[in-house]
C-alpha cells in the first residue's frame, strides 16, 4: 500500500511540475508576442535586457535571501574562463528568440526551434567530429523534413525571423555542446546557471541595446498612446515569468525521466501553437500544420533513439554482471 501510495505521489509530482513548466513557458511565449504585437513595444533587445535583470534578480533572492538552493561556489578566474563564453552564447540565444518572435508566428517560431536536436548532431559531427549511429542520422529526417514542409507553406514567412529562429537553434545547440566542456566539474542546476549567467548576459547586451533601440524606446513612452505604466508592468512581468520558467525546469528535470522530458517538451509545442492560434489567429494551412506534427514527431523519435542508445552500456554491464554471478566469466 505505501508502495503504491509512493508511485501515485511520484506521477502526481510528475504532471504537476510538467504542467507548470507549460504555464511558465507559453505564457512567457505569448506575453512576448503580445508586448511586439499589440503594444507596439518593438524592441526585443530592451525586453531581453529585463528579462535578464529579473533572472538575476530572481536567482540571488531564491539562492541568497530564501535560500531554496545552495551556491555552487566557481573560481573567479573561471568566471570569466568558463562562464563568461556560456553567458554570451546564451545571451544570443535569447535575443534571437525574441527578434523571431518580433517578425514571424509564435507557431512557425516554435517549429523551427524544434529544429535544435538536428542542428546539435550536425555541429558536434562538424565541429568536434563527433561519431553518431545511424539511428539517429535517420531520426533527423522527419524533422528536417517537417521544417521544410513549414517554411514552404508559412503564410506570415519572414525571412529575418526565419533566420534568428535558426541560428537560435545553432546558439541553443552550442550552448549545450559548450556546457558539456565548460561547465565539466560545476554539478550546475538551473538556478545557479541563471545567477552566474544572467548578469553577464545584461552586462553583454547593455550597449547594442542602447545603440539599437536606445532612441526608439525613448520615442515610444513619448508617442505612446495609452498609459505607459501597465505596459512597462506587463513588461516586467513577462521577465519575472522568464525567470519561473528557469526555476520550473529544475523541478521537470528532476520529477521526471528523460524520455517524459523530452515527450513533454514536444507536447508543450503543441500546447504553445494552440494557444497562440486561439490568441492571435494567425492562419495555420493545413500542409503547414501537418509539418509541425511530423517535426514535433521527429523530435520525440529522436529522444526515444538517444534515450535507448544510452541504456546499451548499462545492460551490456548487467549482462556481464549475471555472467558473472552464474560463474560464466
Same mark, same amino acid.
Given at each position: ?81 568558463? !562562464?563568461?563564453? +556560456? ?5 544570443? *540565444? ?14 512557425? +517560431? ?25 539511428? !539517429? ?9 517537417? !521544417? ?37 566539474? %560545476?554539478?550546475?542546476?538551473?538556478? *545557479?546557471?541563471?545567477? %552566474? ?84 489567429? *494567425? ?18 523519435? %529522436?529522444? %526515444? ?25
Amino acid at each position: 500500500m505505501e508502495e503504491k501510495q509512493f508511485i501515485s505521489w511520484g506521477v502526481f509530482r510528475s504532471i504537476l511540475a510538467i504542467l507548470q513548466w507549460w504555464i511558465f513557458n507559453v505564457t512567457v511565449i505569448i506575453m512576448n508576442k503580445w508586448i511586439f504585437l499589440k503594444l507596439d513595444f518593438k524592441f526585443p533587445l530592451t525586453v531581453s535586457i529585463v528579462h535578464f535583470i529579473c533572472s538575476s534578480l530572481g536567482a540571488y533572492l531564491a539562492i541568497k535571501v530564501l535560500k531554496m538552493k545552495p551556491l555552487i561556489h566557481v573560481d573567479p578566474h573561471d568566471r570569466w574562463r568558463r !562562464i563568461f563564453p +556560456m553567458s554570451f552564447v546564451f545571451c544570443i *540565444n535569447i535575443v534571437l528568440g525574441n527578434v523571431s518572435l518580433r517578425y514571424i508566428p509564435v507557431s512557425f +517560431m516554435q517549429t523551427i526551434k524544434s529544429f535544435t536536436p538536428a542542428t546539435t548532431v550536425i555541429l558536434q559531427y562538424l565541429v568536434w567530429n563527433k561519431q553518431f549511429e545511424f539511428r !539517429i542520422w535517420m531520426s533527423l529526417v522527419p524533422i528536417v523534413g517537417g !521544417i521544410l514542409l513549414t517554411s514552404i507553406t508559412e503564410l506570415n514567412f519572414n525571412i529575418l525571423g526565419f533566420s534568428a529562429a535558426l541560428f537560435g537553434c545553432l546558439a541553443a545547440s552550442t550552448k549545450t555542446i559548450l556546457a558539456e566542456s565548460l561547465l565539466h566539474g %560545476y554539478n550546475f542546476d538551473s538556478i *545557479n546557471t541563471v545567477y %552566474y549567467m544572467a548578469p553577464f548576459a545584461a552586462m553583454i547586451l547593455a550597449a547594442p541595446a542602447a545603440l539599437l533601440e536606445g532612441a526608439g524606446v525613448i520615442n515610444w513612452f513619448y508617442t505612446y498612446p495609452l498609459p505607459i505604466a501597465p505596459v512597462l508592468s506587463i513588461i516586467i512581468i513577462s521577465g519575472v515569468l522568464a525567470f519561473c520558467l528557469n526555476f520550473s525546469i529544475f523541478y521537470v528535470i528532476h520529477s521526471t525521466t528523460a524520455v517524459t522530458f523530452n515527450v513533454a517538451g514536444n507536447l508543450k509545442v503543441a500546447v504553445a501553437v494552440l494557444v497562440s492560434w486561439l490568441i492571435f489567429h *494567425n492562419p495555420i494551412p493545413i500542409l503547414n500544420g501537418f509539418g509541425c506534427a511530423i517535426t514535433l514527431f521527429g523530435c520525440t523519435f %529522436y529522444g %526515444y533513439v538517444r534515450h535507448k542508445l544510452s541504456q546499451q552500456p548499462m545492460k551490456l554491464l548487467e549482462e556481464i554482471n549475471k555472467a558473472s554471478n552464474r560463474g560464466l566469466i
